[in-house]
């Protein structure tokens, strides 16, 4: 992704982020309660099997999507 486009991207993940904050269900690994923003950039790696700053730019709008989803579904 060129530096620009990776730029927005994370400003988006920090916002889901923010979005995400005491939304996330408890977890016995994380007593003190979840990191939303870690919670995203790792869902992004996982899904797309990649950093958000390794994924192509034409995927840019697909990633977009897929934090949307994310916001609507926190797990």
């Known amino acids: ?8 991207l994370w400003k ?3 916002l889901t982020g923010d979005e995400l904050l005491g939304k996330l269900p408890d977890h016995p690994n ?15 790696k996982t899904h797309f099997k ?3 700053k390794d ?3 034409e995927k840019f709008d ?4 897929y934090l949307e989803f994310l ?3 926190p797990n």
């Open 1 to 8: 992704m060129n530096k620009e486009n990776a730029s927005k």
């Open 12 to 14: 988006l993940i920090q």
């Open 30 to 44: 994380h007593p003190k309660g979840r990191n939303p923003y870690a919670h995203v950039a790792l869902e992004v």
């Open 50 to 52: 990649m950093t958000y």
């Open 55 to 57: 994924i192509p730019d």
């Open 62 to 65: 697909e990633v977009v999507k």
């Open 71 to 73: 916001k609507q579904n």
